[in-house]
């Protein structure tokens, strides 16, 4: 019965909203500091100064930029957009006096307000006094540009645990950043990637020393507010032998007329018998319904199971930005390393998603999962592009497969593009792969035995992602359903 | 119950229905037998509101109410069922997910009180016995797989569970075995009740030995050009339909 719950508690939150709004799109009026509109490498200079950098953090940074400048923007995701002007962003956008503030009495009350609008838990004393019901999740507050805000710091701290911001982590743990940032994706991976090297803002850092089994659940809360400028999040994330960690990130904007750029960079390294737990619920503003506006999403998201046994696990529910280009993937290099991809991928209006996943088979006895949910309504493009690669050292290697679509209506399109590369003749790879149209004849169907449209459409829906949003914390499960429901509002008819 | 009246239904350009008549009282039973391209299907389709049947003329009432007015769905919380020729899949939806979501839907509609989650598993179980559906079956997404013969089954335990005022029984009995045929009756005759009525579309006389109905009527280019007792649709199986045709 646990599942029905599940269903029908979607229909209620269907219920409850209204209509096609987009509730995180509004502005928070606050007073900002910006950098200079255009990128060279005094922008470079400029943020990495702003953020108080030592010496070899502005050397990479500027080494990046170099490279970034003789390289091309891909152009084989099936996503079309106009050409991007890199000088015509602002690549550093900040609240005012936004030194880190030490806790939440010092934030400014506007940015408060915002976290609060959006249903972001910020306060600890609740949780502190053992209030029933208050989250145990620690939030990394990411506005534009900085991390405004790092929860329950000191409760991480006693289990050994480090949560921060990447700026801060570039100070305080030089050693740490020093030998783990870019060793998943190195600076040269690909133009976004680069992009993102050379001009990356804030994000966050997570340590899990050995051993231990992080207290609680960790998350970031990305907020593009600022007109005009890009977000470029930098997040790392490394768990030492034995220890575990499950991480969330949220993402909102605006909604702006003119696009955003949104180019970030995940990197997770999991020693041996490590666990990390990755999971994203994205909802960057999408466009307006004839594809105005919305945020350009290119993020290259990595994870490196460098140990024996370790695992790491991405789940993602993608249901907004005008333009999504995100490969969350695996270096399975450990030997009986496991990693996983659950994925809901959702357009609506004029969205265009190119999205999948990448296993990279390196160790004996490397096991990998993919299940994919596309879902394309209105006149959006939903691609899954996937590639599952088995070296000629991995002996015995597993990947399952699967890419469900589901389009709603007939005038957008669902692609599906798998590659295999298999090097050893004992891997064992299974591919399967759906196309469901949801057609008037069950709506119809539906409504005849007195459902109305939207929950029919929820309830069909609610069907085709089930198998991915039970991957969700439970927090997040319900926030995402709603989210899935609410994006395709208005699909139909 | 029913009263339909002088009712025209154009699908696209073509009109199918050309001034139908008919009235069904409540506690009773009716049947419409006709030819292929008659019109039955799209007088099922004119009652219950599919988009694309267009009345142009004419009138529908369920107990007093104007069923044209109304949308799909709020002809179902008015007591409006159709049991479908051809059933649909519901992928990833599972039965009992469906039947609770449908009756808490007309419940609502209806502003009445939501039936807890126990009480409709009890219902449904209870019916699903009747009709030998098993609890596996519940489980799995509605139709999804299905032989015809357990769709058709599958559309009478919504029914039942759905207690409606007034159903359509749209050519129930195609697919049918005759073991199934009699499952399938035996559940519509147990909702047989006073305040209850329903009209059986069929093309063959076979299921009217094991539904029987009060009046029998002869659909033929769009209208009801014959209405009888059971005996009627006897004959029509022996003297087919070809009187009314050349009248036509």
Redesign the interface.
Known sequence: ?A??GI??ST?DAVRALEAGKYTAGFTTDIEQEFAPKGLSEDTVRFISAKKDEPQWMLDWRLEAFRRWQTMEEPSWAMVRYPPIDYQDATYYAAPKNAAKYKSLDEVDPEILETYKKLGIPLREQETLLGVAGAPRIAVDAVFDSVSVLTTFKKELAQAGVIFCSISEAVREHPDLVKKYLGSVVPTTDNFFATLNSAVFSDGSFVYVPQGVRCPMELSTYFRMNAQGSGQFERTLIIVDKGGHVSYLEGCTAPMREENQLHAAVVELVALEDAEIKYSTVQNWWPGDVDGKGGVYNFVTKRGDCRGARSRISWTQVETGSAITWKYPSCILRGDDSSGEFYSIAITNGRQQADTGSKMIHLGRNTKSRIISKGISAGRAQNTYRGLVSIHGKAANARNFTQCDSLLIGDKCGAHTIPYVEARNVSAKLEHEATT?KL????L??????????E?AVA??V???V?EVLQQLPMEFAVEAQKLVAVSLEGSVG | MLSVSDLHVSVGAAEILKGLTLSVPAGEVHAIMGPNGAGKSTLSYAL?G??GYEATQGAVTLEGRDLLAM???E???AGL??S?QY????????T???L???????AK?RGEPELG?TEI?KRVRARAGELRISAEMLKR?LNVGFSGGEKKRMEIL?MMV?EPRFAILDETDSGLDIDALRIVADGVNALRAPDRAMLVITHYQRLLDYIRPDKVHVLVSGRIVDTGGPELALRLEKEGYDKYLAAA
Do not use: H
Not at chain 1, 446 to 453: C, L, T, V, Y
Not at chain 2, 101 to 106: E, I, P, T, V, Y
């Open positions: 019965m599942r029905e269903d029908l229909v469901t057609s008037e004849d069950q119809f169907y539906m409504r005849q035995r007195g459902i109305p449209e929950e309830l069909l609610n069907g085709f089930r | 219950t599919r988009e949308t799909p769905e002809r179902a919380a069922f159709l479908f059933p649909l899949e519901i992928p990833g939806v599972p009992m997910t469906f609770k979501a449908a009756l808490n839907a007309q509609a989650a598993l997404p919504q759905l």
